[in-house]
């Protein structure tokens, strides 16, 4: 089962900027607002300026690192060195940093550079984040797409694990949600996400 082909080839200014611009919370400290300007600035910043920073924990600058080398912004593409970083910001307890790490693995950078999506891997990040309140929909969208490579694999039991999978995050997302984690960049539906119930209608309506 495959929700809409989803065109997602990105640029790496653009969807750096976009990632930004989803930030979460990075340091206890200070609120989202800030943590968002902060960031936004650090993207700007040469990756020697970043280094010193996130080599003493800064998990802002380990993500915009993370972000520079997986898009090739202002650096050479380097795939290891952008899941390196961004696995050292989502450690250290950035949420968008596991969210962007679904990202990752998902079709959106790889088919940029001939890369088959790992959508075991980009299920597991977005999990992460999923069970912080964050990347519902992502997660959803992500285990429609492998039960899709399931079927054309003709693992069928894996195709009946990742079906139910996603009817169970899709119905999360469609059910009216009351409460969002702190600075929750997303939008906020509290009838429940219209799309998702589109979607839910269309699984109800072939019997998924």
Not at 65 to 91: C, M, S
Request: proline share 5%.
């Amino acid at each position: 089962m495959r929700t809409t082909n989803r065109s997602r080839r990105f640029h790496a200014i653009p969807y750096l900027v976009a990632a930004i611009a989803s930030i979460l919370v990075f340091a206890p400290s200070i609120s989202s607002a800030q943590a968002l300007e902060r960031v936004t600035q650090l993207s700007s910043f040469p990756i020697y300026h970043l280094m010193p920073m996130a080599k003493k924990g800064d998990v802002d600058a380990e993500e915009a690192i993370g972000l520079k080398y997986a898009y090739g912004e202002g650096v050479k593409w380097n795939l290891r060195k952008g899941v390196h970083w961004l696995r050292k910001a989502a450690h250290g307890g950035s949420v968008d940093a596991d969210c962007s790490l679904g990202a990752l693995y998902d079709d959106g950078l790889l088919i940029n550079h001939h890369m088959a999506p790992d959508y075991a891997k980009s299920v597991k990040w977005y999990r992460r984040a999923a069970e912080k309140g964050w990347c519902w929909l992502q997660l959803a969208e992500t285990y429609d797409n492998k039960a899709g490579s399931d079927a054309d694999r003709k693992d069928r039991v894996a195709y009946e694990h990742d079906t139910r999978a996603a009817v169970r995050w899709w119905r999360k997302v469609a059910e009216p949600r009351t409460s969002y984690p702190s600075g929750y960049p997303y939008a906020k539906f509290p009838k429940g996400n219209p799309m998702a119930q589109e979607h839910m209608a269309y699984l109800y309506r072939f019997g998924l």
